[in-house]
């Protein structure tokens, strides 16, 4: 069981910058893929940005260029880095991690973008 924790949601006002964390506990040995996903008021959860065990990352074209993400093995965290945010980018937020042929989530944080 792999049990996800986020933090560092909030609201700002476009253009702004917020950082996310993920803090992944219990059974971490073996995840292979972490993301972050994204789901704003009446649309599907969507895919942001993802980051394997290895360091290969890869993001949405709506984020690209935007967002970074990255991985803290030795603290079983990964983190994502928005700036330049964009009122379309609010959301709620959940971590996502897959471990062999099983899917975690997290709870999800608020990310509120004003005009």
């Known amino acids: 069981q792999v049990h996800l924790v986020e933090s560092g949601g909030g609201s700002v006002q476009s253009g702004g910058s917020l950082r996310l964390s993920c803090l992944a506990s219990g059974s971490t040995i073996s995840i292979h893929t972490m993301a972050w996903y994204r789901q704003a008021p009446g649309k599907q959860r969507e895919l942001a940005a993802t980051i394997s065990s290895a360091g290969t990352v890869n993001f949405a074209d709506s984020v690209k260029g935007r967002f970074t993400i990255s991985g803290d093995n030795a603290k079983n965290t990964v983190l994502l880095q928005m700036n330049s945010l964009k009122p379309e980018d609010t959301a709620v937020y959940y971590c996502?991690?897959?471990?062999?042929?099983?899917?975690?989530w997290g709870q999800g944080t608020q990310v509120t973008v004003s005009s």
């Open positions: 996502y991690a897959q471990r062999w042929s099983l899917d975690y």
